[in-house]
């Protein structure tokens, strides 16, 4: 999804798009959105390593998720 965005503010980019009342850019906020995607997607990658880790060994589940028991 952060590539799709990122695609769309070069497509905008391209085609000089702006808002219809304020006429800035448009293209930064796209650019934007892309790299929190990104970002987001980083972080649910590390949560879902952290979770596998914690299935394997019962210790490391302990210690991570002692807090939320």
């Known amino acids: 999804m952060g590539y ?21 850019p448009i293209a930064p906020f796209y650019y ?3 790299v929190t995607l ?4 980083l ?3 590390a949560d879902a390593l952290r ?3 914690a299935a394997a ?6 210690e ?3 807090e939320y028991s």
């Open 4 to 24: 799709a965005a990122i695609l769309q503010g070069n497509y905008l980019v391209e085609k000089a798009w702006t808002s219809d009342v304020l006429r800035f």
């Open 32 to 34: 934007f959105e892309g």
């Open 38 to 41: 990104f970002i987001f997607a």
């Open 43 to 45: 972080v649910i990658l």
């Open 51 to 53: 979770y596998f880790f």
């Open 57 to 62: 060994d019962r210790g490391y589940a302990e």
């Open 64 to 66: 991570t998720f002692r």
